[in-house]
Each structure stands twice: as C-alpha cells, then as structure tokens.
C-alpha cells in the first residue's frame, strides 16, 4: 500500500474511532470523505486511480472491523482494572479514615 492509501486508511480509522459508527456502510463513507480531504488538499489528485484506492481500503473492512473490536475490547478490560483498582484505593482511604 502506499503512502497515500495509508494516510486515507489512518484518517478513515480516526474518523471511525470518532463516530463510534463501525458498520461497513459507515467505513465506506470514512474512505470516500477521506479521499475527498486528501484531494482538497493535494495529498492525491485525479490522476490517482482513486476508484482502486477506494476499492482496496473499503475491500478492508472486515480486517479493520476486527482490530477495532479487539482494541475496544483490550481497551474495555484495562478500563476495568483500572475502576477496580481505584475502588480499592477509596475503600483503604475510608478504613484509615474510621481509624
């Protein structure tokens, strides 16, 4: 993939992240305002084979789909560690307190 294709991909990902929306049609609307971004601001031009690049980044959905799945889940677990951990803290501040 080049380097172009890579940054829709990144700014698609984001844009994804952002919305909370992860549906295929969600992703292929991503690609296609990230393309239209990268034009505006003369990262890529017409000339690229825009209708390949968005079919190779939209044909990726199913991959994206599932590391964003893993990394909320990951994400999720640590959030979890992390309310519990400070549950434990406030439990031990309240123990010293009563003594």
């Known amino acids: ?3 172009a ?8 990902r984001t844009k994804m992240r952002e919305a909370g929306d992860y549906t295929r049609e969600a992703w292929r609307e991503f690609i296609e ?11 890529i ?4 084979d ?3 690049i968005k079919e190779e980044l ?5 991959e994206i789909e599932s590391e964003e799945v893993e990394e909320r889940e990951i994400g999720g ?8 951990k ?3 803290l406030e439990e031990e501040a309240e123990e010293e307190n009563e003594m």
Do not use: F, H, P, W
């Not at 294709?5 to 698609?12: G, K, M, V």
């Not at 031009?45 to 690229?48: P, T, V, Y």
């Open 1 to 3: 993939m080049d380097e």
């Open 77 to 84: 677990e640590e959030e979890a560690e992390r309310e519990e």
């Open 5 to 12: 294709s890579q940054d829709i991909l990144e700014l698609a």
């Open 33 to 43: 305002e990230s393309i239209d971004y990268y034009l505006e601001k003369g990262r």
């Open 58 to 62: 939209v044909g990726m959905y199913e």
């Open 45 to 48: 031009s017409e000339e690229d």
């Open 86 to 88: 400070n549950e434990e």
């Open 50 to 52: 825009l209708d390949a």
